[in-house]
């Protein structure tokens, strides 16, 4: 890792089974990974938004595979950390 990328404040992990990030979310917009999510408010809440017009708001936040869902934060920047799991192959 080199001296600007652990100044920055941002951290992504990355393993086979996981991804973890934390900095900044950017804009508000509609997502729909195909992995489970986990959002996390660094400071401030989150408004979870969903397609079908439902609404959440918490410094905590957990969103199913393939939802289509906007996030947004009390913050500006928008600041998270977010944690992506796949889910387990039924094959194995």
């Not at 900095?23 to 660094?42: K, Q, S, T």
């Not at 938004?49 to 439902?54: L, S, V």
Request: net charge positive.
């Amino acid at each position: 890792m080199d001296d600007r990328a652990r100044h920055s404040g941002h951290l992504m992990l990355i393993t086979p089974e996981r991804v973890f990030y934390a900095g900044l979310l950017g804009r508000p917009r509609e997502r729909c990974p195909g992995a489970f999510h986990v959002y996390v408010a660094l400071r401030g809440g989150l408004w979870l938004t969903t397609a079908d017009g439902r609404e959440a708001y918490g410094e905590l936040v957990a969103v199913a595979p393939n939802m289509r869902h906007t996030i947004a934060s009390d913050m500006t920047p928008i600041e998270y950390a977010s944690g992506q799991m796949k889910r387990p192959d039924a094959r194995k």
